[in-house]
């Protein structure tokens, strides 16, 4: 295949861009008008300083230059419609809302620009400069009227240039913040009496279980149990003769109709088990195993209706009759050498140990923050009780977003008692006091702000209208100080954003710097086209950096995000992306996409870029993604999760991903790191992908995953090291089909398989060729499937392939380009452009025209 044609992306996205960027720096003598800190919102704001007099200057706040532009672009259709903002922080009453009349054109943007060489900041926050008190020398107090009542309430505060910690238990832990300072959850007693729970290794001779069963009416009742079994390789298909049920110590009565269920997880409900004379009041059931052979036991039902059989959980009663429901769990008394509970994950309750909490009085408005089910997605949710002797955790409100697993791992925050160590702060949000343990007790003198709102810039078109914010741009400016959102529709999406373009078109945000806020960077949202992220900084916030989200059945299309460093997001949320790409209508399946290019993206707790659901057509290439997948498992560097065959595909090419590390909990309370994490991710049926000349380095699990896609081109690259294989072809639904992979540089420094593939037909690969091997450990072993090289040619594969030292530059410090008398040359492969990825690459003309 012609690599060349696939530059083709890259050209058809740059031609819908639109004009070309002027120069970069601002003319201080050329703007409309100006904002400082010392200016006044009743002056002419056409001086860039206040007048010997101080009877005219600059205004003092963007709202008002907002509106003078809007008046002057009718009174003056010639006049430059730039605003120069001076240095100084602007600490904003509301979000700055730009609508449809603010829009600029081609030949006239609209422009709001830092003044030459100077840092002006934005700030979501409002200053907390109030008098501080200590009487004990660490712990300062003071009030915040504004905060009394609840009628504020802030999760993060910024002292300086860093947000302090909110108390919480067990600590913060700063000498290891990914894996210190957690809790584990452990099995929750309230689960019990709930189907899902259920006993096991109950398969020994006199092993019972007892249960106190209050019965309504006299009557005879049918016994129909839920159960799971699979006792046929012990040579036994049906527990029926083998358990009884006794009454108050009565007679034994066997149970039958107990088959196996097809494996001891699959529960069903039994036929008729036996038929019980029961009088009217409080009874003692005991289960016995009498003659050995396991089952898995989840309830069972008592019924005086004859003809009524069980179905569902629960099953519903009859009507004029009565059903009496027992869940095996609930017993009084059990006897079982290796008797076992297995009680069901719960969206509302958690367990803990009983006595390793404390009782906190204080504290009414404790929240979690969990990692729950697979440890994928972390959620904060506010919890109502903690019942310290049962050891139960319960959440108030609706249930958590998903099951809250033993082992996974919480921690507690806004706990007033636990304000125990430097650097805490605790919002007492009915007397509106605050309390702080500083690091530094010349603390009052920094910056000491708490977030009053979401975003701080909302550039927004009028669907209903259908009218879009046009042309506009702002460069140079610095965004702080915004909140989280504490509970959200999906941990897969967190809703934040500091800078917000919905229904923008033709817009650009250059050299912005966004920094300690509390969601993503930059929102662009459903009919927003044709703009450009370039050049900007997006560090220590509590999201990811620039998200593209669908609204109004639309998504953004045909934008460029290039040449941004993005590096240590995610300090709140962390299913988030350096840059994402997330779930557009399956209607644009097949429309434009959107380049990402020459960004910088370190330190993630997931994705360096992400691309959700029928995504197509978009472009990545030239990224520096280095050290993804810190707090988070089965992800990638790189990850796409398309879920369409039909989609259009995407294209990833020039990429160096390198260290995707990954982590999960177990259930005892251990972290497994590194763990399940690729360098490139192609999960769920992401297909027609080209991957051409990328560089994946010690990335955990493997270079390059296939993870059920067909159609996928895996040609000219890089894949060194990683613990396992360094490309993965998993045939889930055995649907697989077309793949390719041609001209690539597999290299291992460590045991490991080159190739491997879990659900393997030899429809999987479609060609399998031209590929240089290399194993430079110290026991080589070059395997493909667990098998060795001649076979997996005997297969067709890999007819022309070499195995032979690739000849690198110097790999000890990553650097792989290829020596002029390399191998990989002769079959075909082109070197990759190293000195153009990431950074150092960009070149901000390349996105003018």
């Known amino acids: 295949m012609d690599h060349l044609a696939y530059l ?160 919480r238990f067990p600590n913060y832990d700063p000498s290891d913040p990914i894996k210190g300072g957690w809790l584990f959850t452990k099995p929750c007693s309230r689960a019990r009496g709930q189907f899902g729970a259920a006993v096991g290794n109950i398969h020994n001779r006199g092993d019972f279980m007892e249960w106190r069963v209050e019965v309504p009416a006299t009557g005879d009742y049918n016994v129909f149990h839920y159960y799971a079994a699979q006792n046929k390789p012990w040579g036994k298909t049906d527990m029926g003769g083998s358990t009884t049920f006794t009454v108050d110590g009565g007679e034994p009565v066997v149970l039958e109709n107990l088959q196996d269920t097809g494996s001891f997880s699959t529960f069903k409900w039994s036929a008729r088990n036996a038929v019980l004379h029961l009088e ?75 006595g390793s909490l404390k009782p906190w009085p204080k504290s009414q408005q404790i929240e979690m923050h969990v990692f729950p089910a697979w440890g994928w997605v972390n959620s904060i949710e506010p919890v109502a009780e903690l019942d310290l002797q049962a050891g139960v955790g319960t959440l108030a409100g609706r249930e958590a977003n998903q099951e809250i697993r033993v082992g996974n791992r919480y921690f507690l925050e806004n706990i007033f008692e636990e304000l125990d160590m430097p650097g805490e702060w605790y919002l007492d ?232 590390i990954g982590l999960k909990t177990t259930p005892d309370g251990r972290f497994l790191t590194p763990y399940y994490t690729w360098g490139i991710y192609l999960d769920d049926h992401s297909s027609n992908a080209h991957l051409y000349g990328n560089i994946c380095v010690r990335n955990f699990r493997g270079g390059v995953v296939v993870h059920g896609g067909k159609n996928n081109v895996i040609e000219n690259n890089i894949l060194v090291d990683s613990e396992e294989t360094n490309v993965e072809f998993n045939n889930i639904r055995k649907l697989m089909t077309g793949n390719r992979f041609i001209r690539n540089i597999v290299y291992r420094t460590k045991p490991g398989q080159m190739i491997r593939s879990g659900g393997w037909t030899d429809e999987v690969l479609a060609e399998c060729d031209s590929n240089l091997y290399w194993d430079a450990s110290a026991e080589p072993a070059i395997s493909f499937l667990g098998k060795p090289l001649e076979e997996w040619r005997k297969l067709g594969y890999d007819q022309n392939a070499l195995v032979e030292d690739p000849l690198f530059v110097d790999p000890a410090s990553d650097d792989y380009r290829l020596k002029p008398d390399s191998p990989a040359l002769k079959l075909g492969f082109k070197p990759i452009p190293v000195e153009k990825i990431g950074l150092k690459g960009y070149d901000r003309r390349k996105y003018a025209r």
């Open 8 to 167: 083709a992306p890259t050209a058809a996205l740059l031609l819908g861009f639109m004009a070309a960027i002027p120069a970069n720096a601002a003319d201080p003598t050329s703007a409309a008008f100006y904002v400082a800190p010392n200016g006044n919102d009743a002056w002419s704001g056409k001086l860039p300083a206040p007048n010997a007099g101080a009877t005219d200057g600059p205004f003092a706040t963007l709202a008002k230059a907002r509106d003078a532009l809007r008046a002057l672009k009718t009174s003056d259709p010639k006049a430059v419609l730039t605003v120069l903002v001076r240095a100084g922080t602007y600490y904003l009453p509301e979000p700055l809302v730009f609508r449809p009349q603010d829009s600029g054109t081609p030949q006239r943007p609209v422009t709001y620009a830092a003044y030459p060489g100077e840092e002006p900041v934005l700030s979501g926050g409002r200053r907390i400069a109030s008098e501080w008190r200590t009487k004990d020398g660490k712990i300062y107090t003071t009030e915040v009227p504004a905060a009394k009542g609840g009628s504020w309430f802030f999760r993060l505060l910024r002292v300086g240039d860093d947000w302090a910690i909110r108390a």
């Open 280 to 354: 009217q009041g409080s009874h003692t059931i005991r289960w016995t195993n009498i003659k050995g052979g396991g089952l898995n036991y989840d309830a069972f039902v008592l019924c005086d209706d004859p003809t009524w059989t069980p179905h569902g959980t629960p099953p519903a009663p009859p009507e004029g009759k009565h059903m009496i429901l027992v869940h095996a769990e609930t017993f009084v008394k059990s006897q079982g050498k290796e008797l076992s509970v297995k009680l069901p994950a719960s969206r509302r309750y958690w367990g803990f140990d009983p």
């Open 429 to 660: 949000s009915d007397t509106g006091r605050l309390y702080y343990w500083p690091t530094d007790q010349d603390f009052a003198r920094q910056e000491i702000v708490a977030p009053a709102m979401d975003r701080l810039i909302d550039v927004r078109g009028d669907a209903e209208q259908g009218t879009f914010v046009t042309n506009l741009r702002f460069r140079g400016l610095t965004f702080k100080d915004t909140s989280y959102t504490p509970r959200i529709a999906s941990p897969y999406s967190p809703p934040d954003g500091a800078l917000w373009l919905n229904r923008a078109r033709d817009c650009l945000v250059e050299n912005c710097r966004f920094a300690r806020v509390g969601g993503y960077g930059i929102r662009l949202v459903g009919d927003s086209r044709s703009n450009r992220i370039l050049g900007n900084t997006v560090e220590y916030c509590g999201e990811g950096g620039v998200t593209l989200e669908t609204a109004d059945e639309a998504f953004p299309i045909e934008n460029v995000i290039a040449g941004n460093h993005i590096h240590h997001c995610g300090l709140i949320y962390k299913h988030v992306a350096g840059v994402y790409l997330n779930r557009r209508p399956r209607e644009m399946a097949q429309a434009p996409g959107n380049l990402i290019a020459h960004n910088l993206i370190t330190d993630m707790p997931r994705y360096g870029i992400g691309i959700k659901m029928e995504q197509g057509n978009n472009v990545v290439e030239f990224n520096e993604i280095r050290r993804t997948n810190l707090e988070t498992n089965d992800t990638g560097g790189i990850e796409t999760c398309v879920r369409n065959s039909q989609a259009a595909g995407n294209t990833f090419r020039y990429n160096l991903v390198a260290d995707a």
